[in-house]
């Protein structure tokens, strides 16, 4: 029963009531403040944690996007070009349209799917490394991180992306688009394509090819993750 109902308006107790509820009051108000900021530490926990497993999921997703599209082009194409950042393939097409992939002279008509998505004889399709506008390069004396798996902890990577690029004829770039987001690093050195012999070891007229890449990703806190891929494959028709 309130102070006004029992007719207590202005009396001590009421008064030293008010003092206690004021107590209350701030006591409440701290106490408040301390589970606002328990909560917010949690969500902000719970953010890192949602965000490194989306970044992982993120990394594997690039991954294979990158090592399907590259493998798959490079098994039914065969190699005109290769360095250790770009890798140029034209696959068998039906420029001449007799629903064959040989010309009349039973030559195969070697070429790719433009970007507009038409068959062009002699054009072709590179993989390449492209540097991200940012400039942005990750160390891995400065992360504690070996990127490379090659035993030392001082090469410095720059990140970018992977793009598709349509050649034409005579080479000239035709248009080029990413196939992965800026999560690629690549360091001089340390190739993304090369030739190998049939031992695996590094061979300028090798036959096969070494696909290797690294994808990274950094969290709100700047941690940094990478996932390294590496893959041999051999093409089905021969390298020119
Ligand atoms: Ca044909
Ligand atoms: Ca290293």
Redesign the pocket.
Known sequence: MGCEAKGFYNTSACRRSDGVTLIETVIAVVLFSFIIMAIYAIDRSAKNTYDVGTGQQDMQRISSRLLNQISSAFIQGRMTFANESSLTLQVPV??????????DNYMI?WGAVDKDGVVQRGYSVSYAFVPAASGKTYSESALDIDFNEDGDKSDTFALGAIHKQWLDVSGTMAGSSPISTDKVLFEAGSPIFARIDDTGTADAAGKNIRIFFIVVFEDRRNNVYHRAVRTTAAPRNPIE
């Open positions: 039906d420029h001449d349209d007799d629903d064959d992939v040989l010309d008509e």
